[in-house]
């Protein structure tokens, strides 16, 4: 498990299922952005359920929700949002986050970037950049995977 910013973590289904861990690390609350993943401690953490695919077409029609339940946990916690691996779901998710924040979407994929290097689906890329458009040259899901891979 990864801090991205102060009480937002992201993580692996691991991360979610290491109970010692969770609690070593302060968590409050967890954003499980998996469909096929279960909320292992319901009576220990609160859960907030994504029920996301990769891809899913849908992700726009969450993103400014999910981002103010992040911003509601985190007052009172940290707060780890994870999928199966913290490769694409996840980080679609933290993105929203930090980008409903203030921060622009190249801002937050360097944000994230500090953390981990992720990838996340063109298809969620897309759908962030709809909603949080940038000022590039480049193509801009290729401009976004490039400070995404890499750690900085």
């Given at each position: ?5 102060t009480n937002l973590l992201i993580g692996t289904d691991g ?32 859960y907030t359920r994504l029920d996301l695919k990769d891809p ?97």
């Amino acid at each position: 498990m990864w801090a991205v910013t102060t009480n937002l973590l992201i993580g692996t289904d691991g991360d979610a299922r290491d109970r010692t861990s969770l609690i070593d690390n302060g968590v409050a609350h967890i954003v499980n952005c998996a469909v096929e993943l279960e909320s292992y401690f319901p009576k220990r953490f609160s859960y907030t359920r994504l029920d996301l695919k990769d891809p899913d077409e849908n992700f726009h029609k969450i993103i400014d929700s999910t981002a103010g339940i992040i911003a509601k946990k985190r007052e009172s916690g940290r707060v780890l949002v994870h999928c199966h691996g913290a490769l694409s779901r996840s980080p679609a998710v933290v993105l929203a986050y930090l980008c409903s924040t203030g921060c622009s979407l190249i801002q937050s994929a360097e944000t994230l970037s500090k953390a981990l290097p992720t990838r996340p689906n063109s298809i969620f890329l897309t759908q962030l950049l709809d909603r949080f458009p940038i000022d590039t040259q480049d193509e801009p899901v290729s401009t976004l995977y490039a400070i995404l891979s890499a750690q900085g």
